[in-house]
């Protein structure tokens, strides 16, 4: 685990990413969007693109997924890509590595 990160989940994609050969993103990035403070998981600030992982409540709870939908869009309308992480990612981690690849370029 490292400072700032909120999560074992946060802390397993950040190494999924390094493993797989990826830059390093910055931990829980705050950007500025929509007029209010948003903190992404993962950042690639230069490339305006975020990991965010979605967790079992995210699946379960109507209202948090609406929460999570609305943190996503401040970003997105900014030009952030979001890319989401869920625990099938992890079970099968190709398919999200390429999700990666694709958005980094």
């Known amino acids: 685990m490292r400072p700032k990160t909120d999560s074992f989940t946060e802390a397993q994609t950040r190494l999924l990413v390094?493993?797989?050969g990826f830059p390093v993103p910055?931990?829980?990035f705050g950007v500025l969007a929509q007029g209010q403070r948003r903190f992404l998981?993962?950042?690639?600030?230069d490339r305006q693109?975020?990991?965010?992982n979605q967790?079992?409540?995210?699946?379960?709870d109507p209202?948090?997924?609406?929460?999570?939908?609305r943190r996503r869009r401040a970003p997105q309308a900014?030009?952030?890509t979001i890319i989401e992480a869920t625990h099938d990612d992890f079970l099968n981690p190709m398919p999200f590595i390429?999700?990666?690849s694709q958005a980094l370029g």
Do not use: C, M, N, Y
């Open 98 to 100: 390429t999700r990666i």
């Open 41 to 45: 998981d993962l950042a690639w600030v």
């Open 26 to 28: 910055q931990v829980s």
């Open 49 to 52: 693109t975020a990991l965010e």
């Open 63 to 69: 209202e948090q997924a609406r929460e999570d939908l």
């Open 78 to 80: 900014e030009g952030w």
């Open 18 to 20: 390094w493993d797989a």
């Open 55 to 60: 967790g079992g409540q995210h699946f379960t």
